[in-house]
């Protein structure tokens, strides 16, 4: 079956549901109360055949009463996909508080002499600090490290003679989350993990279309590095097929190949590709930002890990520079508005740092999952297996999800939690959805989605300014992901149409 197919019939039910008080039975209906008649049409929308061999859960309580409108399945576990951010987060604002701020130190071995040489290594000791990208700083990639090599020439320093060393030992070595797939390790959403991190752990490349069709298309890589190996394939069509662009890394090194056609009427197209060891990544370039501004480095950039039995005390030399972080609360809406894979799996191992002592995708769960308890979530129906979802090892119950919801609403921290969820059709992954209903700019919620997993979890206003929260998520369904997203939208339009 087509998606359009899919589609048409998945809408046509969706109508006929909506327009259920047009029965052939219209005395039956008017028996019904307004909560049987929602449950009803509910219950019809969920039971689309179209996902017959897949499994809905679903739970949607009043805040105000406590009482539940609707349960399906809502104690069973599944993969919630990104709605695992609401726990990494919620457990991040309780734990650490939105206040709290990374600093990530460059710090000198020696301090440097009357010429301005400095004798020894540089060490940049990072924190887990996602922040050190263009996200904060009007898409200027390198602001952070530009902004550490002016500070180090108002220091005087001209030059360095040892090596440039990131530290990134705060936090155990995990490239990947437990339970990521080996295959999405080019992608974006799947960047490695590390305690020092650049640009979302990402490479910037920006195709444009050669002169004439055939020729090899323009690229650019932001920001330009000599630890990156660039193949550029990608050729100028005026074929109607018009742009497909591949973007591929080699495992285990940093040689990425790009293939495929841009358009020749194309502007641009921004594509992204993950780096290997994103720790050496970052001093590779912080090296030659050095070297832009003036500042001789004769030594070579390096991971603390790959100088074997390397130690520093940190009394016995210099703080050079500290980079503080934004708050942890805006840190927060980035990983909820734009479902930021890296962040959530840094602020996870932060928390595990901070509280257990561990920083780790385990000390991070440790330390979540007593907060979760607080909240009345019980721990033997949660598994947590990172801290963004992308694993698929995670499992969830709706009713843990609206648990969550409902104590962060009531919490003191509940209103900055609400502000980072995205809104139906104005912001964040839910942009594009509910426009022109009554759930546009009403619903709050965080969607989720990996293979054959979506969910949408959050709250709603109804009609009568009764305020919910619902969780609705489905696993192993086969059709397209966009009639998942279909019955969600519907439910939530419905529900800001409710009345009592």
């Not at 590390?194 to 910037?204: E, P, Q």
């Not at 000599?226 to 394939?233: A, F, G, M, P």
């Not at 440790?366 to 308890?373: D, E, L, R, V, Y």
């Not at 969607?447 to 998520?473: H, K």
Request: aromatic share 8%; glycine share 8%; charged share 20%.
């Amino acid at each position: 079956m087509s998606k359009r197919v899919c589609f048409l019939l998945l809408f046509a039910w969706g109508v006929g549901v909506l327009f259920i008080s047009c029965s052939r039975h219209p005395s039956a209906i008017h028996s019904f109360t307004a909560t049987e008649r929602l449950q009803s049409e509910l219950e019809r929308l969920f039971s689309a055949p179209e996902f017959a061999n897949a499994h809905w859960g679903v739970a949607i309580q009043s805040l105000e009463t406590g009482n539940f409108l609707y349960l399906r399945n809502a104690g069973k576990g599944f993969m919630p996909a990104s709605n695992m951010k609401l726990f990494t987060t919620s457990a991040v604002l309780v734990g650490l508080g939105p206040d709290y701020h990374y600093h990530t130190t460059l710090f000198a071995t020696t301090g440097p002499d009357s010429n301005g040489v400095l004798a020894g290594d540089l060490i940049i000791r990072g924190s887990g600090d996602p922040s050190i990208s263009g996200r904060y700083f009007d898409g200027d990639i390198t602001h952070v490290l530009d902004e550490w090599a002016r500070a180090l020439k108002k220091l005087g320093i001209t030059s360095i003679e040892g090596n440039i060393i990131g530290d990134d030992n705060v936090f155990e070595d995990e490239i990947m989350g437990h339970g990521w797939a080996w295959d999405y390790q080019t992608d974006y959403y799947a960047a490695q993990i590390s305690a020092l991190s650049l640009n979302d752990n990402c490479v910037d490349l920006i195709f444009s279309p050669g002169d004439s069709a055939g020729s090899i298309a323009n690229l650019e890589m932001i920001p330009s590095t000599d630890y990156i190996l660039l193949e550029n394939r990608v050729v100028t069509t005026d074929n109607p097929a018009g742009t497909r662009i591949r973007v591929h890394r080699e495992r285990n090194t940093n040689h990425i190949v790009c293939s495929g056609t841009i358009d020749i009427d194309e502007h641009k197209v921004v594509e992204w590709a993950t780096v290997e060891n994103p720790t050496k990544y970052t001093v590779r370039v912080f090296r030659e930002i050095l070297m832009k501004h003036g500042i001789g480095v004769k030594g070579v950039a390096v991971d603390i890990d790959e100088l074997t039995g390397y130690h520093y005390s940190a009394d016995a030399g210099r703080v050079l520079h500290d980079y503080i972080s934004p708050p942890m609360g805006t840190i927060v809406e980035t990983i909820n508005k734009k479902s930021q894979n890296l962040f959530a799996e840094l602020v996870l191992r932060t928390l595990g740092k901070e509280i257990s002592g561990r920083g780790s995708a385990k000390g991070g769960v440790k330390a979540s999952k007593s907060i979760f308890t607080e909240m009345g979530i019980h721990p033997d129906y949660l598994v947590m297996a990172d801290g963004s979802g992308l694993s698929r090892k995670n499992l969830v119950t709706p009713l843990s999800v609206i648990t969550l919801l409902r104590f962060m609403r009531h919490h003191q921290y509940g209103e900055l939690f609400y502000d980072t969820l995205p809104i139906a059709g104005v912001d964040g992954t839910i942009y594009k959805r509910m426009r022109h209903t009554a759930a546009f700019q009403n619903v709050r919620a965080k969607t989720g989605t990996i293979d054959r997993c979506r969910a949408l979890s959050g709250y709603v206003n109804t009609r009568d300014g009764e305020e919910l929260v619902f969780s609705m998520i489905v696993n192993n369904h086969t059709v397209p992901t966009s009639l998942a997203d279909r019955i969600q939208d519907l439910v939530c339009e419905r529900l800001a149409n409710f009345s009592r």
